[in-house]
C-alpha cells in the first residue's frame, strides 16, 4: 500500500524535474548510502528529510532498480532514534553471516552508518558523532538496528567522525571499514562487523584540506595489468570551482594502510562541474564493475535550488575505471552502458563535417539528449567552440572547450534562474583537458536540469545544474573566433556527430 502512495504522490512532471535521473518523490535529498546489489537489485539508500525540502533530521530514504536506470521507490529504511539522525553510511551483504544476524535461509544485508547526536552537538560536546548497524533479511525493505550499538565509539571526542564505506579486506580475511575524520580517512577491521580494530589513517597532509573530508570510499581498479587502489574523499568546500567537491588519490592498500603514489601536494578531481558531491560506488555490483553515482548538488546552494516539491537528484550511474595518460594513472568514469536503453530518437549522424556557422540540431523540442562529438582540432579553427541550449526566452547555456585556454567549460550564469544564491553562477566553471590527443571527444547528456560532460574517454568529467524558467528546447552548436567575441562564427571541424533524443526513466 505505502509504495502504491508512494509512487502514486510523485508525478515527477514537475517543472525541472529530473527526466534521466533519480530523485526522490518528494522532499529534501543529499548523499547516496547504502547502495549494495543483492538479489538483482541495486539498492540505493539517500540522506532523506521526509518533512522538508530542506535539511533535517536524517533518514535514509530507499530505491531499488534492476538495471540501473529505472527506479522504484521503497518506504523510508532508517529512521533517527534514542542514538541519534542518521548520517552517511554503506551496506555490505554478510554472505558468510560473518556478523550472525542472518539464518539458515537468510543472508543478511548489514549496513553501518553514523549516528549524529544533535542534542549533544547542541550542548557543546565534540563526541556526538559515532557508528552504528542495522541489518535486513527481507532484500532491504525492513531493518533493525543493531542492539549493542554504537560498533564504533568515539571514545576521542572527535567532532567530524562519519561516513562510514564497508568493503571486503582479501589481504586479512575481514571487513574493513573507511570513514573520514575532520582531516584524515581511518581504517577499520573486523572479522563480525561488529568489534572494530584501528588499522591506519591517511591524508592528514595529502590531497587538499580547503575543507573537512566527507564520504570517503577505497576500492581497486586495475591498469595495465596491475592492480591500484583509488581512495574517493570529498571535501566541502574546496572544490575547483567552489563548494563541495570530491578529490581522489590513487595508491596502494595493503589491507591496513593507504600509501598515495602521487607527491602529497597533488589534487585530483573526480568531477569538476559544481553538482557531483559525496560520490560512492556500489558494494557487490555483478562481474567486478565499480559503479559510482554522486549527488547532484553542492552545498553553497543545495538548499535554496528553485523546486517546490522535492529538492536534489543524484548523477546518472558511471562505471568507474583507471588510464595511463601522459600525465599519469588518472581515473576514468562514463555513464554506464545501460544508459544507453534510454536512446529514442536518432536526430544527428555525421561524419567529416565543418561548421562554419551554428547550426540548430533538429532536436524535436525536447530537451533529454545525448550527444556524442568528436572535434579534429588540428583541421579547427575556432577557439571556443561547443554546445548552446536555448529556448523561447532567449535563456542560453554553453558547454565545449576553449582551445586556447585547453580547459572544457560550463557556463550557466545566463542559463535562467539564479537569483536564488549569490553561490550558484559566478562565473564559467572551467576543467583542464588530460589527454593532447589531435581528436577531442565530448560526450553529453542533457537531462531537464543538468549536464553531464564526459570528455576524451571519461579522462574529465563535469556536472553541472541549471534552471530555465520554460525547458530548453533548442540545441545547436557554435564555433567562434575569440573566446571574447560570441558573435563572431569559426570553423569548427567534427570528424563524427551522434545524438539521440531519451526516453523519460519515470514514464
Ligand atoms: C555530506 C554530509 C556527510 C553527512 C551527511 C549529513 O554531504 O555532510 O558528511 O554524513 O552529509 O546529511
Given at each position: 500500500?505505502?509504495?502504491?502512495?508512494?509512487?502514486?504522490?510523485?508525478?515527477?512532471?514537475?517543472?525541472?524535474r529530473p527526466q534521466l535521473h533519480f530523485s526522490p518523490p518528494a522532499?529534501?535529498?543529499?548523499?547516496?548510502?547504502?547502495?549494495?546489489?543483492?538479489?538483482?537489485?541495486?539498492?540505493?539508500?539517500?540522506?532523506?528529510?521526509?518533512?522538508?525540502?530542506?535539511?533535517?533530521?536524517?533518514?535514509?530514504?530507499?530505491?531499488?532498480?534492476?538495471?540501473?536506470?529505472?527506479?522504484?521507490?521503497?518506504?523510508?529504511?532508517?529512521?533517527?532514534?534514542?542514538?541519534?539522525?542518521?548520517?552517511?553510511?554503506?551496506?555490505?551483504?554478510?554472505?558468510?553471516?560473518?556478523?550472525?544476524?542472518?539464518?539458515?535461509?537468510?543472508?543478511?544485508?548489514?549496513?553501518?552508518?553514523?549516528?549524529?547526536?544533535?542534542?549533544?552537538?547542541?550542548?557543546?560536546?565534540?563526541?556526538?558523532?559515532?557508528?552504528?548497524?542495522?541489518?535486513?533479511?527481507?532484500?532491504?525493505?525492513?531493518?533493525?538496528?543493531?542492539?549493542?550499538?554504537?560498533?564504533?565509539?568515539?571514545?576521542?571526542?572527535?567532532?567530524?567522525?562519519?561516513?562510514?564505506?564497508?568493503?571486503?579486506?582479501?589481504?586479512?580475511?575481514?571487513?574493513?571499514?573507511?570513514?573520514?575524520?575532520?582531516?584524515?580517512?581511518?581504517?577499520?577491521?573486523?572479522?563480525?562487523?561488529?568489534?572494530?580494530?584501528?588499522?591506519?589513517?591517511?591524508?592528514?597532509?595529502?590531497?587538499?584540506?580547503?575543507?573537512?573530508?566527507?564520504?570517503?570510499?577505497?576500492?581497486?581498479?586495475?591498469?595495465?595489468?596491475?592492480?591500484?587502489?583509488?581512495?574517493?574523499?570529498?571535501?566541502?568546500?574546496?572544490?575547483?570551482?567552489?563548494?563541495?567537491?570530491?578529490?581522489?588519490?590513487?595508491?596502494?592498500?595493503?589491507?591496513?594502510?593507504?600509501?598515495?603514489?602521487?607527491?602529497?601536494?597533488?589534487?585530483?578531481?573526480?568531477?569538476?562541474?559544481?553538482?557531483?558531491?559525496?560520490?560512492?560506488?556500489?558494494?557487490?555490483?555483478?562481474?567486478?564493475?565499480?559503479?559510482?553515482?554522486?549527488?547532484?548538488?553542492?552545498?553553497?546552494?543545495?538548499?535554496?535550488?528553485?523546486?517546490?516539491?522535492?529538492?536534489?537528484?543524484?548523477?546518472?550511474?558511471?562505471?568507474?575505471?583507471?588510464?595511463?595518460?601522459?600525465?599519469?594513472?588518472?581515473?576514468?568514469?562514463?555513464?554506464?552502458?545501460?544508459?544507453?536503453?534510454?536512446?529514442?530518437?536518432?536526430?544527428?549522424?555525421?561524419?567529416?563535417?565543418?561548421?562554419?556557422?551554428?547550426?540548430?540540431?533538429?532536436?524535436?523540442?525536447?530537451?533529454?539528449?545525448?550527444?556524442?562529438?568528436?572535434?579534429?582540432?588540428?583541421?579547427?579553427?575556432?577557439?571556443?567552440?561547443?554546445?548552446?541550449?536555448?529556448?523561447?526566452?532567449?535563456?542560453?547555456?554553453?558547454?565545449?572547450?576553449?582551445?586556447?585556454?585547453?580547459?572544457?567549460?560550463?557556463?550557466?550564469?545566463?542559463?535562467?534562474?539564479?537569483?536564488?544564491?549569490?553561490?550558484?553562477?559566478?562565473?564559467?566553471?572551467?576543467?583542464?583537458?588530460?589527454?593532447?590527443?589531435?581528436?577531442?571527444?565530448?560526450?553529453?547528456?542533457?537531462?531537464?536540469?543538468?549536464?553531464?560532460?564526459?570528455?576524451?574517454?571519461?579522462?574529465?568529467?563535469?556536472?553541472?545544474?541549471?534552471?530555465?524558467?520554460?525547458?530548453?528546447?533548442?540545441?545547436?552548436?557554435?564555433?567562434?573566433?575569440?573566446?571574447?567575441?560570441?558573435?563572431?562564427?569559426?570553423?569548427?571541424?567534427?570528424?563524427?556527430?551522434?545524438?539521440?533524443?531519451?526516453?523519460?526513466?519515470?514514464?
Open positions: 500500500m505505502l509504495i502504491l502512495t508512494l509512487k502514486a504522490a510523485a508525478q515527477y512532471d514537475e517543472p525541472h522532499n529534501w535529498m543529499n548523499d547516496p548510502n547504502g547502495m549494495v546489489y543483492a538479489d538483482g537489485e541495486y539498492h540505493l539508500f539517500y540522506q532523506y528529510y521526509p518533512n522538508a525540502t530542506v535539511w533535517g533530521p536524517m533518514h535514509w530514504g530507499h530505491a531499488v532498480s534492476r538495471d540501473l536506470v529505472h527506479w522504484e521507490n521503497l518506504p523510508v529504511a532508517l529512521a533517527p532514534d534514542k542514538l541519534g539522525l542518521i548520517f552517511s553510511g554503506s551496506a555490505v551483504l554478510d554472505a558468510r553471516n560473518s556478523s550472525g544476524f542472518g539464518t539458515a535461509k537468510k543472508t543478511p544485508l548489514v549496513a553501518m552508518f553514523t549516528y549524529h547526536d544533535m542534542d549533544g552537538e547542541k550542548a557543546g560536546r565534540t563526541d556526538f558523532q559515532y557508528q552504528g548497524l542495522a541489518y535486513s533479511l527481507d532484500k532491504g525493505r525492513s531493518w533493525t538496528k543493531y542492539d549493542k550499538n554504537p560498533v564504533i565509539p568515539n571514545t576521542e571526542k572527535l567532532k567530524d567522525f562519519r561516513d562510514t564505506k564497508l568493503f571486503w579486506n582479501e589481504a586479512l580475511k575481514q571487513w574493513s571499514v573507511v570513514f573520514a575524520v575532520g582531516d584524515h580517512v581511518r581504517f577499520y577491521s573486523s572479522p563480525d562487523l561488529k568489534s572494530w580494530t584501528k588499522t591506519g589513517e591517511f591524508g592528514k597532509s595529502d590531497g587538499t584540506h580547503a575543507g573537512v573530508w566527507e564520504c570517503p570510499d577505497l576500492f581497486p581498479l586495475t591498469v595495465g595489468g596491475r592492480t591500484k587502489w583509488v581512495l574517493l574523499v570529498s571535501i566541502n568546500p574546496g572544490g575547483p570551482n567552489g563548494g563541495s567537491a570530491t578529490q581522489y588519490f590513487v595508491g596502494d592498500f595493503d589491507g591496513k594502510t593507504f600509501r598515495n603514489d602521487n607527491p602529497p601536494q597533488n589534487i585530483f578531481w573526480l568531477d569538476q562541474g559544481r553538482d557531483d558531491y559525496a560520490g560512492v560506488t556500489w558494494s557487490n555490483a555483478p562481474r567486478g564493475r565499480r559503479i559510482f553515482l554522486g549527488w547532484m548538488s553542492n552545498w553553497d546552494y543545495a538548499q535554496q535550488v528553485p523546486t517546490a516539491k522535492w529538492r536534489s537528484a543524484m548523477t546518472l550511474p558511471r562505471e568507474l575505471g583507471l588510464a595511463e595518460t601522459a600525465e599519469g594513472v588518472r581515473l576514468v568514469q562514463n555513464p554506464v552502458r545501460e544508459t544507453q536503453a534510454l536512446r529514442g530518437r536518432k536526430f544527428l549522424s555525421m561524419k567529416n563535417y565543418r561548421l562554419e556557422n551554428e547550426m540548430n540540431l533538429d532536436n524535436g523540442g525536447s530537451p533529454l539528449a545525448e550527444l556524442e562529438l568528436e572535434i579534429d582540432l588540428a583541421k579547427t579553427p575556432a577557439t571556443k567552440f561547443g554546445v548552446a541550449l536555448t529556448n523561447a526566452k532567449g535563456e542560453t547555456y554553453r558547454v565545449g572547450y576553449d582551445a586556447e585556454a585547453k580547459r572544457f567549460f560550463s557556463d550557466r550564469r545566463k542559463a535562467g534562474r539564479n537569483d536564488f544564491s549569490d553561490l550558484f553562477a559566478v562565473k564559467p566553471h572551467t576543467a583542464p583537458r588530460v589527454v593532447t590527443d589531435q581528436t577531442l571527444r565530448l560526450h553529453l547528456i542533457f537531462d531537464t536540469a543538468s549536464m553531464e560532460l564526459f570528455a576524451d574517454d571519461g579522462t574529465v568529467a563535469m556536472t553541472d545544474i541549471f534552471f530555465p524558467t520554460e525547458d530548453f528546447t533548442r540545441l545547436k552548436f557554435f564555433g567562434l573566433k575569440s573566446a571574447s567575441q560570441w558573435n563572431v562564427p569559426e570553423s569548427v571541424f567534427f570528424t563524427q556527430a551522434n545524438a539521440w533524443n531519451l526516453k523519460s526513466i519515470w514514464r
